[in-house]
């Protein structure tokens, strides 16, 4: 039951992107792990992390340096990078990713889960904040209270895909959209009423633009507003402004949100539990998540349990720095 | 990572006050358990369970049925009954229980702890809300954020020992106590600012109190607002009722509160963590909880994990009547 270790655990970052660079300040405040290195497909020379004295070096570098390294924090993306890499590395490391492709999950967990039970690596796929955290929130809120219903709001938060999405638009310089849940909503949710709500009826969405010189505003305007999946099905605010106040109002990466269970226990007794974020930057917090189930991941190793892990599957004190006794003694 | 069992699993509730009542309404809603009887020290043939075919049984044939309970969940109190029952019934029985005496919960764990891993049974103790659910949230908290501050607040909701209190001072024929937390001490914890927050500050108290016929109203409120502990150090509203008033008004048994974590992952980056309950019935949604984890236990059990538990050493999804590959596909 004791999950102390001494020597601190060696965490390599692959990928150095903002997610990198948010598990690099989050290890800085955990004094039981030291950054054993970040590994990236760029130039190893380009690169510059936050304490200069951080070994970086190239990808091709990884697997030669196996020995020191305990678990690889992986920070590439879920569209392009996560499916190969995360597979590939969990036959050499135990690793945590952020795959956050919902539908995707059930299939990447299967090749993960593959690789490590063959290699005797523990992974754990999905963490951070959604999925994560509020995936946690959901599975608690229904095991508590089986009569209820779950909502969860996204925002006020600036969306990555969306803004991607924006800015693939013929027209557009850059842009980002940042997701808004409906107010109404919200408080209907929380009066326990358990509404039936659409898409459109929970979030709003609000996009600041900057066109390219000459680009015509009403079109741009109205290939946002239509996209289909991304747009068509909310209400959706388009502002232009300069690429001055862009850079200027909107380069934070906001983001958070609730998740809310509604349900009752008895006739005519309703409880409501709920759980929000609100976070200065979303990489630096899905970044803290990381890194602490990056811990629980070590722990899982050294005791033996190997294969993929969710959120779902890991005690949560394994995620503590703090022995058992100590949480029991100061935090139950 | 399969947790599913075709059997249902059959509990036994100790002891039948208010939480045992809200134990009953809880197995009525989870399809995977069976109530398999009512334990009392009381006469059996007095108590009137929630459903008129559940057998009830005195305290002294609980061993005789052993070999046709899965998991007792134990709703005595933890000053006087659950000392006592829980090391003594873990000789025989997996079991959870509800000790909420922070203080003794480290003593409690080793006994019942001893008890568990001698007999082979599992058990889980001081389950509930607050130890509980908001001592999960007080551990993630820390692990996500290490550079943070937690802070918990209570209610607004009735606090059965402070009650108690009022109801032994002479002249206080019955009284009902709520717990209320300051706003402004709120407002500025999520702000960020992350205070110190004296006992005054952070809540205040108000009291519901019928007294009996001539008793003296002046001393009776000088005696709550003095009482060390319990009431000298926070602000305290004494507000004298009749009994029907009482009766009419405070019969409910409300309960809740939030935790609020407030850190920051790098310089000049903030983020919070707030989980709130709001709770109709703080016995029944302890109940839920209790039972949530009863399942928990049994798997436990099943896979041959004996001794004793607390919420931190249980993964989530063991909580959940669903697969681990139904989680992973649903609510991840």
Chains 1, 2 share one sequence.
Not at 159 to 176: E, K, L, M, N, W
Request: overall charge neutral; some cysteine; glycine content about 10%.
């Amino acid at each position: 039951m004791d999950h102390r270790s001494t020597a601190p655990i060696r965490i390599a970052i692959v990928g150095h992107g903002n997610l990198g660079r948010g598990v690099e300040a989050a290890i800085a405040r955990n004094p039981d792990m030291v950054l054993a290195g970040i590994y990236t497909r760029r130039d190893p020379a380009q690169l510059r992390p936050l304490q200069p004295g951080t070994p970086v070096h190239g990808m091709d570098s990884l697997l030669a340096h196996r020995a020191g390294i305990d678990v690889l924090v992986l920070c590439g993306g879920s569209k392009d990078d996560l499916p190969q890499q995360s597979p590939a590395l969990a036959a050499h490391f135990s690793l945590v990713d952020s795959f956050d492709t919902h539908a995707r999950i059930p299939g990447h967990f299967e090749l993960v889960d593959a690789a490590a039970r063959a290699a005797g690596t523990t992974a754990l796929i999905s963490a951070g904040w959604d999925p994560g955290m509020f995936s946690l929130q959901r599975l608690m809120g229904e095991a508590l209270l089986p009569d209820g219903a779950t909502y969860t709001f996204w925002g006020k938060g600036l969306s990555q895909g969306h803004s991607d999405a924006i800015r693939r638009i013929p027209g557009v310089a850059c842009g980002v959209q940042y997701t808004i849940p409906v107010d109404e909503a919200v408080q209907r949710v929380r009066s326990g009423v358990r509404p039936e709500l659409s898409a459109r009826e929970r979030h709003r969405r609000e996009c600041f633009v900057v066109l390219e010189h000459g680009a015509d505003a009403d079109g741009v305007r109205q290939a946002i507003t239509g996209m289909p999946h991304y747009f068509d099905e909310y209400d959706t605010t388009v502002h232009f402004i300069s690429a001055q106040e862009l850079a200027r109002d909107h380069a934070a990466m906001p983001h958070g949100g609730f998740v809310i269970r509604s349900g009752s226990s008895s006739d005519g007794l309703r409880h409501s539990i709920e759980y929000r974020l609100q976070l200065d930057s979303n990489p630096e917090f899905t970044a803290s998540v990381l890194v602490a189930y990056a811990r629980a991941v070590h722990r899982l190793q050294q005791s033996g349990q190997t294969g993929c892990r969710t959120v779902f599957d890991v005690a949560p004190g394994l995620l503590s720095p703090k022995t058992a006794q100590q949480l029991r003694a100061e935090l139950l």
